[in-house]
């Protein structure tokens, strides 16, 4: 192919293409006259359609607006319904199902709630009205429930029933019930260190199956704002219980009066009594009731407080009203020991009383427990010193012609010695009023009481006309108080000290005994050292003067035998001493003078007539002195 031929053909692709082109701008102008014309249609479309739109989401709102509407009513409808069901229950009442009622209240206060929540429903205002009425009926309905129920199932705990919930020392025995726990202080230290752990076990008042459904009760009422209804039926209820149980065990309330006309022993038997009824009430019957009270009133603390003190407060006053009768009647010596006793259970139960009292409403029943603890002490000190002053001024004309222990002497000794068996219980009665060293104090006391004896006993001495059973007597008083000391713990406090001074004294009025009654017998065997050398033997004695002198001797003996064979020293040791003190003295003496002048008697007429004893014999007659003979018993 030659180059013109090239380019024809160059020229004709150069023309295709500008026919190409040229038909392409035409295409495109005409797509961008079609796409103008869709642009317009569909602007004209989209007006056309919105009134479509704005009516289908006015139909779509609508139909959630009634689904909501649709929803709310089925939720009213449905309180309606619970509504409906707690009335049949409500009407029915609780007896049938407690459970249920219960229930179907708080189910009408949850309705009450979700009416009060929907104030624009036209008819919430009738169905709270309507559903509080039936909360008034069906709380008013409960009270009787709680009341029936608490009435039922609240009797009074009977006496065997609280005695098998002591600890097996303080139950009483079968054979007598009417003194239990008043076994005497004899082993007094042991059992108080048994009781220290002995564990009581309260009573149960109320069933325990019973006590949780109480307790709803309480809490429903409580809920309904009749707290006040709730605490008159429980208070008046319980607290009758409570009395009537006390007053079976043998309680009474009792004033100073009807104590003041009482015999001793009756009044003692209330007393022992009294202070066992005063344990179990505390450590079984307040503690049984306390235990329950919290239970019922778990949660509502106020209430349960004030009714616990209300429920014991007439029981409690019952109790103490005895002891202040006591600390208040007229005292006594033999009060002393009854005023102790009533004083330690006071202190043993204080710690109970603070724990079951400890609450603000129970404030009086602690300051009255407390009161009458420091009263009970108050009288017993003052009884102290009535009786120190009783000692020392007694003056019973009560006469012991033989001269032995006086009976103030043993009556005080033994009013010591049970003072002793209150050791720990004096010690800390003398703390209530003086913080100073207790043993100091009981020293001062114990030695004050024997100082007030021993003076009343040289007053009481000098009753006798014989000056020698003036000696007798005091040897034979202070010789009692010195053994019974020292046999006593009342050694420890007054010392050993005191025991030595008060032997010695023993020991001084036996020797003015010797003195006084024998002294002028032994001048009868006496031999003048001065003698001049005549007379029987060279004594200066005649034989007249020698049967003068045995005959005086004779005289003087037997009327020394048959008085003071009459006379007593009790104790067999200080007997057998005196006599023996007597006989070193007399017998060796009187074997002198008869072996010196017997031989002169007896080679002269009628010998038995001034030898009238042997020594043997005169031994065997002192044996009988001091034994308390009387006359004719010595015949």
Known sequence: MGIPQAMDALREKAAFMRESLHKSQTITDNMVAILGSFDHRLSALETAMRPTQIRTHSIRRAHENIDKTLKSAEVILGQFDLTRKAEAKILRGPHEDLESYLEAIDQLRANVCFFSSKKSFKSSDGIINHANNLLAKAISKLEDEFRQLLTNYSKPVEPDLLFDCLPNS????????????????????????????????????IPPRLVPLLHDLAQQMVQANHQQQLFRIYRDIRAAVLELSLKKLGVERLSKDDVQKMQWEVL???????????????????????????????????????????????????????????????????????LLDMYEIMREVQPEVEILFGSEACIEVREAALSLAKRLAQTAQETFVDFEEAVEKDATKTAVLDGTVHPLTSYVINYVKFLYDYQSTLKQLFQEFDASDPDAQLASVTTRIMQALQNNLDGKSKQYKDPALTQLFLMNNIHYIVRSVRRSEAKDMLGDDWVQIHRRIVQQHANQYKRVSWAKILQCLTVPGNSSG????????????????????????????????????????????????????????????????GPAIENGKNPQKYIRYTPEDLEHMLGEFFEGKTYEQKR
């Open 268 to 338: 003692e038997a209330k007393i022992a009594n009294w202070i066992h009824y005063m344990r179990i009430a505390v450590k079984l019957l307040f503690a049984g009731e306390k235990k329950i009270c919290d239970k019922i009133f778990d949660g509502v603390d106020n209430l349960r407080s004030q009714c616990f003190a209300e429920v014991t407060a007439n029981s409690v006053a019952m109790l103490l009203s005895f002891g202040e009768a006591i600390a208040k009647s007229k005292r006594s010596p033999e009060k002393l020991f009854v």
């Open 170 to 205: 303080l139950r009483p025995s079968s054979a007598s019930s009417g003194q239990q726990g008043d076994s005497g202080k004899s082993n007094s230290n042991n059992q108080n260190k048994s009781l220290e752990t002995a564990v009581y076990i309260p009573p149960i008042l």
């Open 534 to 597: 005549g007379g029987v033997d060279g004594s200066g004695l005649s034989r007249a003067m020698i049967k003068d002198r045995f005959k005086t001797f004779n005289l003087q003996f037997e009327e020394l035998h048959q008085r003071q064979s009459q006379w007593t020293v009790p104790d067999s040791e200080l007997r057998e001493s005196l006599r023996l003190a007597v006989a070193e003295v007399l017998l060796p003496a009187y074997r002198s003078f008869i072996k010196r002048f």
